[in-house]
């Protein structure tokens, strides 16, 4: 089963999923956990050049996200699923949808359709969006050490990646579940726990 973990900087994506490798381990599961970009040697190089700097122009940055994720997808994601393992990723092909797409004007249906033919037509079979309100996700980012170009864009920038987010969300409603990020990190787990319960269980009857 293939999980996505999606939302602005400082949603607790990094935290949740961590949360559900270690569940999925400890019930006796398989489980990989990788995130974008990143998860292979030529993957995490171009992290590199994408996070320390911002890309002027927005095509360009989504076709070094395409390249990283389709090394990423064939030489780690698709051979650890076709082992039987759950994976799960922080970020994916939507967060390019809403940085690339939404918030920085490229043509989202274009971006999909490239996508498919050049990089994979895997999709997820669940995604969580962390929901939180930008000023709160900021107050959050400002504590970390290691922040990026992204986690130092101005407010209005993190705002119009959660309308992204949400907008994303009702694109692919049959897949997206959108959280409260705001709430206890241990409730907001007990909520992801319950929601795959229900999506494997699903799974299985049909």
Excluded: W
């Amino acid at each position: 089963m293939f999980i996505t973990f999606e939302g602005c900087e400082g949603s607790g994506k990094t935290t949740q999923s961590s949360l559900l490798k270690d569940f999925l381990i400890t019930e006796g599961m398989k489980c990989l956990l990788t995130k974008e970009p990143g998860g292979t040697k030529l993957a995490a190089k171009l992290r590199e050049i994408l996070l320390d700097d911002e890309v002027a122009d927005p095509a360009v940055e989504f076709l070094l996200f395409c390249a990283a994720r389709r090394d990423h997808v064939n030489n780690l994601i698709i051979p650890a699923l076709s082992s039987g393992a759950y994976v799960i990723c922080d970020r994916f092909l939507d967060s390019s949808l809403v940085y690339q797409g939404y918030t920085k004007g490229l043509n989202i249906e274009n971006m999909i359709n490239l996508h498919k033919t050049y990089v994979t037509d895997l999709e997820p079979d669940l995604t969580f969006v962390l929901d939180i309100e930008p000023e709160n996700a900021v107050e959050r980012i400002c504590s970390r050490s290691n922040a990026n170009h992204y986690d130092k864009m101005p407010i209005k920038f993190h705002k119009a990646v959660r309308e992204g987010f949400l907008f994303i969300s009702k694109m692919f409603r049959k897949r997206i579940v959108v959280l409260d990020a705001e709430v206890e990190k241990e409730i907001l787990f007990l909520q992801i726990k319950s929601i795959l319960s229900r999506s494997v269980t699903s799974k299985t009857l049909k």
